[in-house]
C-alpha cells in the first residue's frame, strides 16, 4: 500500500485527500495545524490525520518522513517553503498551493 501525505486540509486539500482515500491501494493521511480542519477531514473521508505546525520545515520532514508521495495543499503564505522542505526531504510532490515568490528562484 502506497502512503500520500497531504499537507492542508482546508477546502482544496480535504477534497484531494478524500477523493485519494477512494483508492484502496493508498494509505491517505492529511497534516494540518487545526484539530476542527482535521476533525472535518477525518469525518468526511477515511483517512488518517495528524497535527502538525506546516510553517515549520522541521515538522513537514517529520510529516512526509513515511510518505511514498505528497500533496502540497497549504495557504499560498507557506507555499514555498512547504516545497522547499519536501524537496530537501527528497520525495515526490503533487502541489496546488499558490505562492507569490516565484518557485524556480
Given amino acids: 500500500m502506497k502512503k500520500v501525505a497531504v499537507l492542508g486540509g482546508g477546502l482544496v486539500g480535504a477534497v484531494i485527500a478524500r477523493d485519494l482515500a477512494a483508492d484502496p491501494e493508498l494509505a491517505v493521511t492529511v ?3 487545526s484539530e476542527d480542519v482535521l476533525a ?6 477515511k ?26 495543499a497549504v495557504p499560498g503564505f507557506l507555499g514555498r517553503n512547504m516545497l522547499r522542505a519536501v524537496i530537501a526531504a527528497g520525495k515526490p510532490i503533487a502541489d496546488i498551493s499558490f505562492s507569490p515568490e516565484d518557485t524556480l528562484d
Fill in 31 to 33: 497534516h494540518d495545524r
Fill in 40 to 45: 472535518r477531514v477525518k469525518a468526511s473521508a
Fill in 47 to 72: 483517512v488518517g490525520t495528524r497535527t502538525a505546525d506546516l510553517s515549520s520545515a522541521d515538522e513537514i520532514a517529520r510529516a512526509v518522513a513515511d510518505a511514498d508521495v505528497v500533496v502540497g
